[in-house]
C-alpha cells in the first residue's frame, strides 16, 4: 500500500472519530423561572394558610350581620345585614353625593371581600310626588347606585334593582326630616 493511501484512511479514521467523538454529558439545568414559580407558590400556600383563619373569621362575622328579612325580594329570599350601608339622595335627584360616593366604596369593598355576595339594591323616595313618578325615580336612584358599583368594579351579575317608590318608608313622618330619611338607596344580601 502505498504511503498515499494509508495517509488518507489515517486521516479518514481520524475524522470519524471525531466526528462521533465521547458523548457529552447533557447537564440539565433548572430554569430560575421555575426555582422562583415554585418559591413563589409555596410562599403563597403558607399566607393562605395564615389568611385562612382570618378570611374565616371575617365570613363567620358577615353572616352574623344578617337578618332574615320578613317579606321576599324579587330574586327569593332575602337580608339585611348591618354591614352594607344606605346612601340618601337630594329631593328630587338620583345622582350620588360626595359623601354617599365614601359610603359606596365602603359597601363595595365589603362586596370585593365576599365575591359570592349577590345584593339588590332598593330605591325609595319620599311621599311627596305621585306614585308612578316615586316608582320612576325610585328606579333612577337604584340604577345610579348600581352604576356606581360597576364603576368600583362589582360585577354586574352580583347587582340586581328594585324600585318602591315612596310605598315603604322607612320614616313614617310627614317633615324634612323624614322625607330625607325616606330618600334612599337600601341594600339587601340576596340568599346565597
Known amino acids: 500500500m502505498s504511503r498515499k493511501v494509508f495517509c488518507m484512511i489515517v486521516l479518514i479514521l481520524c475524522l470519524g472519530v ?44 358577615f353572616d ?40 359606596l366604596k365602603e359597601n363595595s369593598a365589603l362586596l370585593k371581600k365576599y365575591p359570592k355576595v349577590k345584593v339588590q339594591i332598593e330605591g325609595h323616595c319620599d ?11 325610585g328606579e333612577r336612584r337604584a340604577n345610579s347606585t348600581k352604576k356606581y358599583l360597576l364603576s368600583l368594579g362589582i360585577p354586574a351579575e352580583r347587582i340586581s334593582t328594585i324600585s318602591y317608590g315612596e310605598e315603604r318608608p322607612l320614616d313614617s313622618g310627614h317633615n324634612e ?8 338607596a337600601h341594600f339587601i344580601v340576596v340568599a346565597k
Not at 326630616?177 to 334612599?184: D, F, L, M, S, V
Request: aromatic residues 6%; charged residues 45%.
Open 177 to 184: 326630616e323624614a322625607w330625607g330619611n325616606n330618600r334612599r
Open 127 to 137: 311621599e311627596r310626588g305621585t306614585i308612578e313618578y316615586n316608582l320612576a325615580l
Open 18 to 61: 471525531i466526528m462521533i467523538g465521547c458523548p457529552k454529558k447533557t447537564v440539565v439545568k433548572e430554569e430560575p423561572s421555575v426555582k422562583k414559580e415554585e418559591a413563589a407558590a409555596k410562599r403563597e400556600a403558607e399566607r393562605t394558610k395564615e389568611m385562612k383563619p382570618k378570611e374565616d373569621q371575617a365570613a363567620k362575622e
Open 64 to 103: 352574623k350581620s344578617l337578618v332574615a328579612k320578613k317579606e321576599p325580594g324579587i330574586e327569593g329570599e332575602v337580608f339585611e345585614s348591618k354591614l352594607l350601608k344606605d346612601i340618601h339622595f337630594d329631593f328630587d335627584k338620583y345622582n350620588i353625593r360626595p359623601g354617599d360616593a365614601e359610603i
